[in-house]
């Protein structure tokens, strides 16, 4: 029962489309229950005739592919994809590096660094649905910083240019000791101490211990100099 009403004059066999929209495709069993209601009525030479009845059958609902994991994984470890697809009862995965697997939630791994199109295809009675995610594989993350000053020689106050030169990294954290605002700050307020590259104007004459720390998905990276 969907709300529609068929009226048919004979008795010819006749069909009626079930329409699921998409919103409403994982809301709910595989097999969806539905009951057909219907109602004959004939006219008679002694009056009109009515019969009525109801048939319960159900539905098979098309399958919608989808899955979630990491933007982002280490190379040669192992990764966990959570399958969060609908009403499929067989999958096939493309890991985009010559690996296959049926499992419905499987564990792959990438021994090469760069970017893999993942593909899922869900299928069942009714047909198959597809969708893919890429990922990044990275390599360990190395730290490295060069910098500049605005005027040589570098006499206080200062401006340094902190020159990020990290490889394999995706996120990136300063320190610089000793710190306080009567030190140093940052020439820019559009910058952070997580900004890739930072201006720095020092006030004080003296020795600072500038670190950077980069990190991605296999960890973190430490670089510090002493100026």
């Known amino acids: 029962r969907d709300g529609n009403v068929d009226t048919i004059y004979s008795y010819d066999p006749f069909q009626h489309v079930y329409n699921i929209p998409d919103s409403l495709v994982c809301e709910g069993p595989p097999i969806r229950p539905f009951s057909l209601c219907f109602k004959g009525q ?35 470890t192992d990764v966990s994809i959570t399958n969060t697809s609908c009403n499929a009862n067989t999958y096939l995965w493309d890991f985009g590096n010559g690996i296959t697997s049926t499992d419905a939630n499987p564990v792959v791994s990438f021994d090469e660094p760069g970017f893999y199109n993942i593909l899922l295809t869900a299928s069942n009675q009714c ?33 340094l240019s902190l020159n990020n030169q990290s490889v ?43 670190t ?10 430490q670089f510090a100099q002493t100026i």
């Open 42 to 76: 004939k006219d008679c030479d002694d009056g009109i005739s009515c019969q009525s009845g109801t048939y319960d059958f159900g539905i098979i609902v098309r399958p919608e592919a989808s899955f979630i994991l990491p933007f982002q994984v280490c190379v040669n």
């Open 168 to 210: 394999h990294s995706s996120s990136h954290a300063w320190t610089i000791s000793p710190s306080g605002p009567t030190f140093w700050e940052l020439a820019d307020t559009n910058l952070t101490m997580n900004s890739p590259n930072i201006e720095v104007i020092f006030y004080q004459p003296g020795e600072y211990t500038i």
């Open 127 to 159: 047909g198959m649905d597809m969708t893919s995610v890429s990922i990044q594989v990275v390599e360990s993350p190395m730290a490295d910083f060069a910098f500049t000053a605005e005027t040589e020689p570098a006499c206080a106050p200062v401006l």
């Open 212 to 221: 950077l720390n980069a990190t991605n998905a296999c960890g973190t990276d």
